[in-house]
């Protein structure tokens, strides 16, 4: 029963109406690819390289390595698109060769593209080692950087990435500034995709990792959301696509939100797809819009969870 279930065709990802919502995956490692695939992920949407970094023991692993890596990866999706983040060292994720270890407040500290261009050899081996293979694969390889917050630093990675011959090249949007500047930011490259994990921590000023504030780390927050509908609005102006990568987008209820918001794609955990897709098969995109209008008129977290879902009952 199990093959079965590996090899029965899974629809794609869309509204009830038809409007497309491609559904993807957030891998850790190229191993569990397959199930992603087999699981009807239309692609990968956040490929998290840190894995790969924090597996290599202590120091950077070889641009042969990572080719080796990257390549098992985008084999999987032939002619499917892949998103890979370069390297998001620092914070909840620390690594030894790129971050001090001093920092009081690694969140708000060198991290992400910020640690990269201070180790910029890191980012060029990186990039290298995605271009190449890229080129020996048949997906469609989309990269993009962690922890952006300002204009300046999305066209650095733009242009970066160009030199090795990216043609897809884009910022996550994690970092309230950028959200707000999303016009600037979507003129300046070829995507974004929120991360709402850390987006939400910014937003909230409430530390991830930290238990006592776990309570404000939610991403219903009208706060929140008022962001992601700014970025989902400079994606409709400027027809670039906005995708979800934080873990808001795999609750199913908030997921048509994000869709209402303007989010373009969606990316989850492997396990999260199932629900997704049915949540998303039940609602018009002018319903996943009028959600999202109630979820951004609420007060709060709590009170823009309860609302939405009392009305989503009421159309359904
Ligand atoms: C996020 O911040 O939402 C995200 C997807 O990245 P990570 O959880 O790896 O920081
Ligand atoms: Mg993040």
Request: hydrophobic residues 50%; glycine residues 8%; negative net charge.
């Amino acid at each position: 029963e199990r093959e079965a279930a590996a090899v029965a065709p899974v629809t794609p990802g869309a509204l009830a109406d038809g409007t497309a919502v491609p559904l993807l995956a957030n891998l850790g490692s190229s191993a569990g690819a397959q199930a992603a695939a087999d699981a009807g992920a239309e692609g990968v949407g956040l490929f998290r390289t840190e894995f790969l970094f924090l597996d290599a023991g202590g120091s950077a692993p070889t641009v042969e390595q990572q080719r080796e890596h990257y390549t098992r990866l985008l084999q999987a999706f032939p002619g499917k698109k892949v998103v890979v983040r370069v390297l998001d060292a620092g914070a909840d994720k620390p690594l030894p060769f790129l971050n001090d270890a001093h920092e009081e407040n690694p969140a708000l500290g060198l991290r992400g593209l910020r640690a990269l261009r201070a180790s910029e050899d890191i980012l060029r081996e990186q990039l290298t080692a995605l271009a190449d293979a890229d080129k020996a694969t048949e997906a469609d390889l989309w990269v993009m950087a962690p922890m952006v917050s300002t204009v300046e630093e999305t066209r650095y990675f733009v242009e970066i990435a160009r030199e090795y011959g990216i043609k897809t090249a884009g910022v996550m949007v994690e970092v309230p500034s950028l959200a707000l500047l999303a016009p600037q930011v979507l003129a300046a490259s070829d995507f974004a995709s929120i991360g709402t994990n850390d987006l939400t921590q910014y937003t909230l000023a409430a530390d991830r990792m930290l238990g006592s504030v776990a309570a404000l780390q939610d991403p219903w927050h009208p706060a929140v959301l008022r962001l992601v509908g700014e970025v989902g609005a400079a994606g409709a102006a400027t027809g670039k696509p906005v995708g979800i990568c934080g873990e808001a987008a795999a609750d199913p209820l908030l997921a048509v939100v994000l869709v209402g918001l303007g989010a373009t794609t969606l990316s989850m955990s492997t396990p999260a797809l199932v629900d997704v897709r049915a949540s998303l098969l039940k609602y018009t995109i002018d319903e996943a819009r009028q959600l999202a209008e109630i979820a951004l008129a609420a007060d709060g977290a709590a009170e823009s969870r309860a609302a939405v879902a009392a009305a989503a009952l009421t159309l359904k």
